[in-house]
């Protein structure tokens, strides 16, 4: 069965800091591999995701995020953290087209805090 | 395009009462998935629907029952509601089977029930 487990469930930046984010996954099948980020009082928006081809994949606000299968890990980063970055990040994996159920297996969350 | 719409926004119940939650999905999309996430946690799956049948649950008692209609858009509801149920409930829509796969899911802001 996948699962994802992100380490850390709070870490603190200073802005024009590099923000890295945990994340680790178990799956049984290749994965495909997800970031959101979740603003106070909202949903979740996705951030960027890996299904296949290059590792290194980008996403919006200026994050990116590399699949490395040898160490079953897909960790979040942004060179540069804005104020407008504090929210809380979740890391998902996908049952990939396991039966007709598409189904999203979360992490915990990490909630970042970007400091003046 | 329009997004994955939910109501209500927030809603307050008392122990033992019925609950229902509604969700327009993403134009587009046929599968419609229901997750529950408590204060401090990753959302946790409930269950899927695809034409208008349910084809993937999560571990949640029969007391959380769901429906999806023929515009694709869907109702959750739970009965005898218990104090753990209070949470922000996530609606999300995907593209199902015949359409494109990519795992992703678009998610609604959520409905915050809080149960007293």
């Known amino acids: 069965a996948q699962s994802v487990t992100q380490l850390g469930s709070h870490v603190s930046v200073s802005e024009g800091a590099l923000v890295l984010l945990r994340c680790n996954y178990s799956?049984?099948?290749?994965?495909?591999l997800f970031w959101y980020v979740q603003y106070p009082n909202q949903g979740l928006q996705l951030l960027l995701k890996?299904?296949?081809?290059?590792?290194l994949v980008k996403g919006i606000n200026g994050f990116e995020a590399e699949f490395k299968k040898s160490e079953t890990s897909f960790h979040l980063t942004k060179p540069s953290a804005h104020m407008s970055d504090a929210a809380e990040y979740f890391c998902?994996?996908?049952?990939?087209?396991?039966?007709?159920?598409?189904?999203?297996?979360f992490g915990t969350g990490t909630l970042l805090a970007v400091q003046p | 395009e329009t997004g994955v719409t939910q109501s209500p926004t927030h809603l307050i119940k008392t122990r033992g009462q019925q609950v229902t939650l509604r969700c327009s999905s993403q134009?587009?999309?046929?599968?419609v998935s229901w997750y529950q996430q408590a204060l401090g946690q990753g959302p946790q799956f409930i269950f899927q629907?695809?034409?208008?049948?349910?084809?993937g649950r999560g571990n949640f008692p029969p007391r959380f029952s769901g429906l999806q209609f023929p515009n694709y858009s869907s109702e959750l509801n739970v009965n005898a509601l218990e104090l753990d149920d209070s949470a922000l409930y996530l609606c999300?829509?995907?593209?199902?089977?015949?359409?494109?796969?990519?795992?992703?899911?678009?998610f609604g802001e959520g409905s915050r029930l809080t149960v007293l």
């Open positions: 890996y299904t296949t081809g290059a590792t």
């Open positions: 799956s049984s099948v290749p994965p495909y």
């Open positions: 134009s587009g999309h046929n599968t």
């Open positions: 629907y695809y034409r208008e049948e349910e084809n």
């Open positions: 999300a829509s995907s593209p199902g089977a015949g359409q494109v796969y990519t795992g992703e899911l678009f």
């Open positions: 998902a994996v996908s049952d990939k087209g396991g039966g007709a159920t598409n189904k999203l297996i």
